[in-house]
Nanobody, 127 residues
Framework: VQLQASGGGLVQAGASLRLSCTVA????????MGWFRQAPGTEREFVAA????????KYDGSVKGRFTISRDNAKKTVYLQMNSLKPEDTAVYYC?????????????????????WGRGTLVTVSS
């Protein structure tokens, strides 16, 4: 399974971006997908996750109401729509898949639950 994240860039505070994560070599339809981010000098942190069928989502409190995770299983792609971006959203964003689960649970926000990771895409938000 290979994941490729894209869509990052440099934007001003208040702007929007949409990240995409395309899955190759695996069955996207079967897995929980998540987005994480890592700012310089910090640990990788959970951003959002979506269940196999897209019926359930989970967000970190820092992005809830501003970010929306979605998926198109036919295109084997997961999206992260990011609105009202803030300078503190600046980070490398990674997508990941948990091949052990199809539904969300207590471990969804734990990066150790995820098996495959993309290379990340950089989002920079200027003030």
């Amino acid at each position: 399974v290979q994941l490729q994240a894209s869509g990052g860039g440099l934007v001003q505070a208040g702007a929007s971006l949409r990240l995409s994560c395309t899955v190759a070599g695996g069955l996207l339809n079967d897995y929980v997908m998540g987005w994480f981010r890592q700012a310089p000098g910090t640990e990788r942190e959970f951003v959002a996750a979506i269940s196999r069928n897209g019926g359930s989502t989970k967000y970190d409190g820092s992005v809830k109401g501003r970010f929306t995770i979605s998926r198109d299983n036919a295109k084997k792609t997961v999206y992260l729509q990011m609105n009202s971006l803030k300078p503190e959203d600046t980070a490398v964003y990674y997508c990941a898949t948990d091949i052990g689960r199809s539904t969300l649970g207590p471990s969804t926000s734990n990066l150790n639950s995820y098996d495959y990771w993309g290379r990340g895409t950089l989002v920079t938000v200027s003030s």
